[in-house]
């Protein structure tokens, strides 16, 4: 109940900072299954909240179901290419009891597919359905054939699935995490942390989806705790500012994320940009920010299941100076 009050309050001191926001009440109908630039399903102002959810299918339960794909575009109006998009996580809570996750015969780091074939047979297919309480936010699974009969965990729900609309003319699937964002399946993405996404197009033509009630890194299976939940959302934009990647922030670190393959591009992106993030905005030698990193500095595998694998780089903001060079990402 306590917890339920600070998140009420908090989401009223955001509204009340910013005296010109609104508050859209949001319900999606249909999702997407690509990012591209499309008829917008809302249009909302920088500071704008947004109380909505992520959409529901049988995907999630034991009925099985096809993937309800992601909520958007939400366009903003005012944002350009020279601008970056801001959105601050609120609130994630799933509002349902169930999540699915499970194993694959063709998708999944530990399993022969396609690309990546063995001499042996794939990992049996497996659907796992979690009974989620969300008043307790822990989510349990039954074990029939292991010591342990039932597991109980404690859930960090997160949004698998925060992007722009691509460049030029293109159109991607929802799977695909790069540049824009995209299925990106950090689990830094979560309640209380902040994205920022580069823009393409005029109005970014924002999408999210794709919650995890918990997911660990590297999503090894190819599924996170799959479930739907009521998501509330302020974005905002920071003008005249471009970035390269997606960042992330939260209290304690600051966040880049760079998806490619092969995993060891993936990391070098995320960890270049950093580097250049605390030389152009933190005022440090490009080297010795390059030195100070390498002691400090933690990466998270985000994922290594997806079209493109995604590396966090984090950067411990207790290290930091305390004021920037000029106007960076908050």
Known sequence: MARKMILSVLLLVFIACTAAAELHYFRPSRGHLSYSVRKPVLRVHPGDVIETNTLYSDFFTAKDGPWPGEVGPIFVQGATPEDTLVVRILKIRPNIPTGRSGTSTSYGLLTATDLTPMLHDPVPKKAHIWKIDVQKMTASLDLPQSRIKTIEVE??????????????????????????????????????????????????????????????????TGMGIETSADVTLQID????????????????????AGSVRPLIDAFRIAHVEMVKWLELEYGFDRWEALEVFSQVGCARVANVVDPNFTVVAKFPKRYLPAGPLSPRVP
């Not at 030029?168 to 399946?185: E, L, Y």
């Not at 689990?187 to 393409?200: H, K, M, N, Q, R």
């Open 237 to 256: 934009i920071l003008k005249g500012k471009k970035i390269a990647w997606p960042r992330l922030e939260n209290k304690d670190y600051i966040m880049v």
């Open 155 to 220: 859930l960090k729900p997160m949004l698998g699935r925060l992007a722009t609309a691509p460049p030029a003319d293109q159109a991607i699937p929802a799977g695909v995490p790069s540049n824009f964002g995209g299925n990106m399946d950090a689990s830094d993405a979560c309640e209380g942390a902040t994205v920022y996404l580069p823009i393409f197009h005029d109005g970014a033509y924002f999408y999210f989806g794709d919650v995890h009630a918990l997911q660990g890194d590297g999503e090894i």
